[in-house]
């Protein structure tokens, strides 16, 4: 960062605090960046709350990185570089629709709340990131992945010895559920079963760069791995699966085989081993896979009847939509629809769904053209998004940061500006040859 100094700042006393001043400020981007890791690495954390308040310890943090980075001049203007005013223009569609529909239908002032919420998710979080250093961001799909595996080892041990009941006062309803489900401290085991399936990309992609060792990665693994079965997800189970065979698929034959060989080994020791598979798993995804009736599957029956309803509603809701939270209170079962496109086109209209359009579209986009950029990189990216889209089709409105931060995270690795050349490198050409004149004093 380029600074000017006054004619008058010359002598030992002005150098003195110039360089306190410079101190200071490697002090607050220190501050600034391990404040971003931290958020990053509680990013799923979602029962980690302030207080009684929407906000978690990871919203806290960030808010602290952004603020130091935003009064430091360190946001970037351009996250995504050309396709930013595409970028921003999807962002305006989609919120504009829904206050339109706030306006007219709804409530403005919970239009604010989702405007807040989706503009942190969408735009802070992209601008704080894509401005950091190139080490930083290569490490932090390493830390995002090393969060969720920490709180599949907290949920993991809390199942071994303790219940429903025990925990309930504590950690809530979603931590162990009343059926023995697992939802660690991302709160709810749904939500547990889609961090996991974006973590596992990353761990591939943390291994493949030696960012951990083989050992820690493979011990990662059996805690992810572990952790989504207690879940008994059966979208976490199949996005995980479908997000391990994209990034090995994306990576390179040589890689599916040698990881396909440890992982093929690591299963034939647990099935020869005679241990059963989690109750709940069996019982909510081991039976829909082995009779092919995904009905079986937990609450598919219901969401499909949720969004049979929201094709319904669309029909008087196509231009102008409802407003923000009206599908909860005009809908039979008392319920968002559980898909994300269906929600919006029903609360912002055609408006606010084009905008949501646009933007999952640049999403993908720019996953999917990282491959040219980076082949590991690229595909642990289009791995994520892959998992992201497969939940726009099983859940509302998608602004937590456990959502979109891994989302953002695997496009940081790709976009990020690199660091530039050294000072001297980039002046050998660039200064004239022959005498110059001497500066002035």
């Known amino acids: 960062m380029t600074t000017l100094a006054s004619p008058a700042s010359h002598g030992p006393a002005s150098a003195a605090a110039t360089d306190i001043f ?29 207080g009684q308040i929407n906000l978690t310890f990871s919203d806290l943090f960030f808010l602290i990185s952004f603020s130091i980075s935003a009064l430091r001049g360190r946001l970037s203007v351009t996250p995504f570089r050309s396709l930013t005013p595409f970028w921003l223009a999807g962002l305006v569609m989609m919120l504009g629709g829904l206050f339109i529909g706030s306006i007219i239908n709804g409530d403005p002032l919970r239009w604010v709340n989702i405007a807040l919420q989706y503009t942190v998710a969408f735009l802070c979080i992209p601008i704080l990131l894509m401005q950091q250093e190139e080490g930083t961001i290569r490490k932090a799909p390493l830390i995002f ?22 925990t309930l006062h504590w950690l809530g309803d979603g931590f162990i559920t009343g059926n023995g489900r697992l939802g660690s401290m991302a709160g709810q085991p749904n939500p547990n079963g889609a961090v996991v399936a974006f973590s596992l990309p990353m761990l591939l992609y943390s291994m493949r760069h030696r960012l951990i060792g083989g050992l820690a990665g493979v011990a990662c693994l059996i805690l992810l791995l572990w952790g989504l079965m207690l879940s008994a997800s059966f979208t976490g189970f199949s996005a995980s699966l479908l997000a391990i065979f994209t990034t090995l698929l994306l990576m390179g034959v040589r890689y599916i085989f040698r990881l396909g060989l440890a992982v093929a080994v690591a299963a034939g020791l647990f099935f020869a081993s005679g241990a059963p598979l989690p109750k709940a798993f ?38 102008i939509g409802m407003g923000v939270d009206r599908y909860r209170e005009l809908s ?3 319920n968002p629809v559980h898909n994300l496109f269906l929600l919006i086109w ?47 089709l099983s859940y509302p409105h998608m602004y937590s940061r456990m959502w ?7 496009l940081a690795t790709i976009y990020v500006p690199r660091k530039a050349r050294p000072e001297a490198a980039r002046l050998i050409y660039a200064r004239p040859v022959g005498p110059q004149p001497l500066p002035e004093l």
Not at 148 to 165: N, P
Not at 284 to 304: C, H, K, M, P, Y
Not at 360 to 378: E, H, P, Q, V, Y
């Open 22 to 50: 410079a101190a200071h400020e490697e002090i607050w981007d220190r501050i600034a960046r391990w404040c971003l890791m931290t958020a990053i690495f509680l990013s799923g954390w979602g029962l980690l709350r302030v």
């Open 145 to 166: 992945m090393l969060g969720i595996a920490c709180s599949e080892a907290v949920g993991i041990a809390a199942s071994a010895f303790l219940t429903y009941h025990d």
């Open 282 to 319: 069996q019982e909510r995804v081991g039976n829909a896979v082995e009779s092919g009736d995904i009905n079986q599957a937990g609450t598919f029956l219901n969401r499909s009847q949720l969004m049979e309803e929201a094709w319904g509603f669309a029909e008087d809701y196509t231009v």
């Open 332 to 334: 039979a079962y008392d």
């Open 346 to 392: 029903n609360e912002g209209g055609a408006i606010a769904f084009c905008g949501l359009i646009l933007l999952l579209g640049l999403i993908a986009l720019l996953a999917a053209n990282g491959l040219r950029t980076s082949r590991d990189k690229g595909a642990m990216a289009v791995a994520v998004v892959l998992v992201f889209l497969i939940y726009t």
């Open 404 to 410: 979109v931060m891994p989302v953002m995270v695997a």
